[in-house]
């Protein structure tokens, strides 16, 4: 069955960068996108950034400058690499095929 | 970018009455409207795609509907387990804007 399933790191410093891993099973990711979500602790979703299915990419207009999407369709992984990480950025990420969600790994951005 | 306009933004309903959750897309989307449930510390389970289509496994008392740019989500005699926060999700375009999000406690 459909599996999306995010690691990295709990922890990150301030102005450091975030690198996380969306490893996925049961589909292809040269046949649907895979999006990134993610949620500050006690507020709503926002959408950060896209991995199309013909590996284009869209990002947030708002977190453009700092965010990088990328896969590897051999390991079947999508990353997301955001740099210059500030407190704000603390919260839940996702990453999710829309339908599909995986269970979020939660980051705290902290000295 | 999309503006996705949720209300309301709580809600307290008994096991009687029916719950309406409205997203109003600031233009067109085609019907690339989703409704999700969150529950405190899980990540959101879809109810709804393409605006009217039940996701498996969701029990039939959820229905979407839409009337012109206002999508609804509809809670037929909820149940207690029905409490938690409720999202919509606008996937016709980049940014994908998701709802401010419904709190709905059912007593």
């Known amino acids: 069955q459909v599996q999306l399933t995010e690691s990295g790191p709990g922890l990150v410093h301030p102005s450091e960068t975030l690198s996380l891993t969306c490893t996925v099973s049961?589909?292809?990711?040269?046949?649907?996108?895979v999006y990134w979500v993610r949620q500050p602790s006690g507020k709503g979703l926002e959408w950060m950034g896209r991995?199309?299915?013909?590996?284009?990419?869209s990002y947030n207009s708002a977190l453009k400058s700092r965010l990088s999407i990328s896969r590897d369709t051999s390991k079947n992984q999508v990353f997301l690499k955001m740099n210059s990480l500030q407190t704000d950025d603390t919260g839940t990420y996702y990453c999710?095929?829309?339908?599909?969600w995986g269970q979020g790994v939660m980051v705290t951005v902290s000295s | 970018d999309i503006q996705m306009t949720q209300s309301p933004a709580s809600l307290s309903a008994s096991l009687e009455e029916i719950v309406t959750i409205t997203c109003k897309a600031s233009?067109?989307?085609?019907?690339?409207l989703s409704w999700y449930q969150q529950k405190p510390g899980k990540s959101p389970q879809l109810l709804i795609y393409?605006?009217?289509s039940l996701a498996d496994g969701v029990p039939s008392r959820f229905s979407g509907s839409r009337s012109g740019t206002q999508y609804s989500l509809k809670i037929s005699r909820p149940q207690v387990d029905d409490s938690g926060i409720y999202y919509c999700?606008?996937?016709?375009?980049?940014?994908?804007?998701f709802g401010s999000g419904t709190k709905l406690e059912i007593k």
């Open positions: 999710t095929r829309i339908e599909h």
């Open positions: 049961g589909f292809s990711l040269t046949g649907y996108s």
């Open positions: 233009q067109g989307i085609d019907d690339y």
């Open positions: 999700l606008q996937s016709y375009s980049t940014p994908l804007t």
């Open positions: 991995m199309r299915y013909n590996g284009d990419t």
């Open positions: 393409d605006a009217t």
